[in-house]
């Protein structure tokens, strides 16, 4: 026989009603013990706070008492130290007492020997009176010595008032020859300037068709492309042209000038400020200097005295044009010659 739902629904048992009361015993229970915890922390955080304040007086008064033990061990140290100084007070006196004694002692007997020593100091006197009487015989002697020494002296002055008189007529006739010499140098500046205009003039009647080659100053400019190919130190074809005209002036001035001025005919060789790395030239400097040599040895080979030829490199030192257009590299690579003294 099946029962009917309302009779099932009235027979389930309702348990959350009992689950609810023993949460709540459980939480009442749970902060009973929570409550009981603080207190018992707050009573030993007490304990505890009082306990440190203890502690912190007794390191005080300990700190107190090591400090009290400190200043009395310096003061028995201080006591010791003046006992100590004390008893060394007494030693020096006791050791001073027992050596007046002895002097005391002594001067008994010294006023004894005191006869005795008067009798000695009577016997170095006499003895002293003859060394002063050999004394005053030695200051004479001296005395005659310096003497004649002032007399010597007096005999050097003289000597060398005579040397020093000759001495100014020395330095007059060397004065006078310097000036001559001056003279002469201004002469042979002057024969050399001739020369150097002669032949300036030959030079410029030589080369005046040539509107490449002029002259700057005191000096002629030949550009490099009328000797050298670009970026080389061998003379073209048109370069020894050139040189020939100028080998030939070089020797009738030879001919010309006097052996006894000295001059010599500077080749200077110049680049533009572009730099140069070939295999035959790693700088500029190289460049310069080997043109400059090709142009004295061409002038050697031709004749030229090679006593009268100097060849140097300035590289791209010392332009004529400032600046960096194609029209200024043109004129700063240049050979230049100037006749100059030795």
Same mark, same amino acid.
């Given at each position: 026989?099946?029962?009917?739902? &309302?009779?099932?629904?009235?027979?389930?048992?309702?348990?959350?009603?009992?689950?609810?009361?023993?949460?709540?015993?459980?939480?009442?229970?749970?902060?009973? $013990?929570?409550?009981?915890?603080?207190?018992?922390?707050?009573?030993?955080?007490?304990?505890?706070?009082?306990?440190?304040?203890?502690?912190?007086?007794l390191?005080?008064?300990?700190?107190?008492?090591?400090?009290?033990?400190?200043?009395? /061990?310096?003061?028995?140290?201080?006591?010791?130290?003046?006992?100590?100084? $004390? #008893?060394?007070?007494?030693q020096?006196?006791? *050791?001073? /007492?027992?050596?007046?004694?002895?002097?005391?002692?002594?001067?008994?007997?010294?006023?004894? %020997?005191?006869?005795?020593?008067?009798?000695?100091?009577?016997?170095?006197?006499?003895?002293?009176?003859?060394?002063?009487?050999?004394?005053?015989?030695? !200051?004479?002697?001296?005395? #005659?010595?310096?003497?004649a020494?002032r007399?010597?002296i007096?005999?050097?002055?003289?000597?060398?008032?005579?040397?020093?008189?000759?001495?100014?007529?020395?330095?007059?006739?060397? *004065?006078?020859?310097?000036?001559?010499?001056?003279?002469?140098?201004?002469?042979?500046?002057?024969?050399?300037?001739? =020369?150097?205009?002669?032949f300036?003039?030959?030079?410029?009647?030589?080369?005046?068709? /040539?509107?490449?080659?002029?002259?700057? &100053?005191?000096?002629?400019?030949?550009?490099?492309?009328?000797?050298?190919?670009? &970026?080389?130190?061998?003379?073209?074809?048109? &370069?020894?042209?050139?040189?020939?005209?100028?080998?030939?002036?070089?020797?009738?001035?030879?001919?010309?000038?006097?052996?006894?001025?000295?001059? !010599?005919?500077r080749?200077?060789? +110049?680049?533009?400020?572009?730099?140069?790395?070939? %295999?035959?030239?790693?700088?500029?400097?190289?460049?310069?200097?080997?043109?400059?040599?090709?142009?004295?040895? =061409?002038?050697?080979?031709?004749?030229?005295?090679?006593? +009268?030829?100097?060849?140097?490199?300035?590289?791209?030192? =010392?332009?004529?044009?400032?600046?960096?257009?194609?029209?200024? =590299?043109?004129?700063? /690579?240049?050979?230049? $010659?100037?006749?100059?003294?030795r």
């Amino acid at each position: 026989m099946s029962m009917s739902p &309302g009779r099932r629904r009235s027979r389930q048992i309702d348990y959350w009603p009992s689950f609810v009361d023993v949460l709540t015993n459980v939480l009442l229970v749970f902060i009973f $013990l929570l409550s009981v915890f603080v207190l018992a922390q707050f009573f030993l955080s007490q304990e505890i706070s009082g306990r440190d304040t203890v502690l912190n007086r007794l390191n005080l008064q300990i700190a107190e008492l090591t400090e009290l033990l400190a200043m009395e /061990r310096a003061g028995r140290r201080s006591i010791e130290d003046q006992l100590a100084i $004390l #008893q060394s007070n007494l030693q020096s006196t006791e *050791a001073d /007492r027992e050596r007046l004694q002895g002097l005391l002692s002594a001067q008994t007997g010294d006023a004894e %020997a005191a006869g005795g020593q008067i009798a000695e100091l009577n016997v170095e006197l006499d003895e002293e009176k003859r060394i002063s009487q050999r004394a005053l015989a030695q !200051v004479e002697l001296l005395n #005659q010595q310096i003497s004649a020494l002032r007399r010597q002296i007096a005999a050097l002055e003289d000597a060398l008032e005579a040397s020093e008189d000759r001495d100014r007529e020395s330095q007059s006739r060397i *004065a006078d020859l310097g000036r001559r010499l001056n003279v002469a140098l201004a002469q042979k500046v002057q024969e050399l300037s001739r =020369y150097r205009s002669d032949f300036f003039g030959r030079l410029r009647e030589i080369l005046s068709q /040539r509107s490449d080659i002029r002259v700057v &100053g005191d000096r002629f400019v030949f550009q490099s492309e009328v000797l050298f190919p670009s &970026g080389s130190d061998v003379i073209n074809a048109a &370069g020894t042209q050139e040189l020939d005209k100028l080998a030939s002036a070089i020797l009738e001035l030879e001919q010309e000038i006097p052996p006894e001025i000295e001059w !010599v005919l500077r080749v200077d060789g +110049h680049t533009d400020a572009r730099p140069i790395n070939s %295999a035959r030239f790693q700088s500029n400097w190289e460049l310069a200097s080997a043109r400059a040599i090709s142009v004295v040895r =061409y002038l050697i080979d031709k004749g030229v005295d090679p006593q +009268h030829l100097v060849a140097a490199g300035f590289a791209d030192n =010392y332009p004529l044009v400032e600046g960096d257009t194609d029209d200024a =590299y043109s004129a700063n /690579r240049r050979i230049e $010659l100037k006749l100059t003294e030795r």
